[in-house]
């Protein structure tokens, strides 16, 4: 008889993914650098030969990743390299503009997340705080494999968002998902940062069960700032 594995799987490949892949190629390979503005959405289409509905979508993924930008009324641009990640000559620009665009989110999560520790601390509920202590028995559980498709380290940030009463906040958690998911990938590497990064989550959470604002506030704050140290020490 055949053996049963010899045949794999077809996978589908939709447009726009192969356009993502494209764009990456052509970063990494250094035929499109940072700053470099792609051409018209018109003018991309025609010669990629797809339609202008899978070149938006292409381009909302490369966004979310952070490689390249929307500028209103001035088209698509690869996004700018953060010279504090380009110490070493030799570099993946894929990987750089990556690690960039983490260290963009970074800093605007120090302007957003420490008052949601504020207000959580605050509002939170019973039932918030059981929601935002099942997050970190789910970490504790998963988070140890940063490429496992689980969204803990964001759940807790939702869960925290939640807490907050304001649905605003929330939407911001959830529209910045994938951001989550790039932060832990460049983050989350090893164990001794993994555990770490667990500690400050459960520091987080005994703050805002004791009602303690200012610490909330505070260990929020040292959790986004071991972050950032974590991705500017990392530039291999």
Known sequence: MMEENLFNALQTTRVYEKIVLQIRGLIKEGKLKPNDRLPAERELAQTLGCSRTSLREAC????????????????????????????????????????????????????????????????????????????????????????????????????????????????????????????????LQSDERYSESLQEHRTILEAVKRKDTAGAVEAMNVHLRHLRENVLNNTQ
Not at 69 to 84: A, E, M
Request: hydrophobic share 40%; glycine share 4%.
């Open 60 to 187: 909302r993924v490369l966004e979310s990743e952070g490689l390249i930008v929307s500028k209103p009324g001035g088209g698509r641009f690869i996004q700018q390299l953060d010279q504090r990640l380009t110490m070493n000559g030799q570099f993946n620009p894929v990987a750089v503009l990556e690690k960039t665009a983490v260290i963009h989110f970074i800093e605007a999560r120090e302007a957003l997340e420490p008052k949601i520790a504020e207000l959580a601390s605050k509002r939170a509920t019973e039932a918030d705080i059981l929601k935002i202590e099942n997050a970190i028995k789910v970490m504790e559980e998963k988070l140890k494999n940063p490429d496992e498709k689980v969204d803990a380290d964001s759940n807790f940030h939702l869960a925290l968002a939640e807490a907050t009463q304001n649905f605003v906040f929330v939407s911001l958690m959830e529209t910045n998902v994938n951001m989550y998911r790039q932060v832990r990938k460049q983050t």
